[in-house]
C-alpha cells in the first residue's frame, strides 16, 4: 500500500513542493513508477491545498458576516501600490 506523503508544516509549504513535484514530471525524465508516485503526492498536497483555501474562506465569510442574514459583498482589492 503507497505511504501517504506527510503534511507540510503551511499552505505555503504545501505549494513550493506541489510546484517541485509538477516540475519534475514536466521533465519527462521520471521512470513511470516514480512519476506514479510523484502525481499520488502531488494530488494528495492539491487536494491539501484545497481544503486549506475553502476553510481559509469560510473563516473571512465568517468574520465578514455581522448579522446571519447579511449578504456578502464581493471582495474589491485596493488598487493602490506602496
Do not use: Y
Not at 507540510?8 to 513542493?17: C, G, I, N
Not at 519527462?28 to 503526492?41: D, R
Not at 494530488?43 to 481544503?51: D, I, M, S, T, Y
Request: aromatic residues 4%.
Amino acid at each position: 500500500m503507497p505511504k501517504k506523503a506527510e503534511k507540510p508544516a503551511s499552505f505555503e509549504t504545501a505549494l513550493k513542493e506541489l510546484e517541485q513535484i509538477v516540475t519534475r514530471l514536466e521533465s519527462g525524465e521520471l521512470p513511470l513508477e516514480q512519476a506514479l508516485n510523484e502525481f499520488e503526492q502531488g494530488v494528495q498536497l492539491a487536494r491539501q491545498g484545497q481544503k486549506t483555501l475553502q476553510q481559509a474562506e469560510q473563516r473571512v465569510q465568517i468574520l465578514l458576516n455581522d448579522t446571519p442574514d447579511a449578504p456578502l459583498a464581493p471582495f474589491a482589492p485596493e488598487n493602490d501600490a506602496l
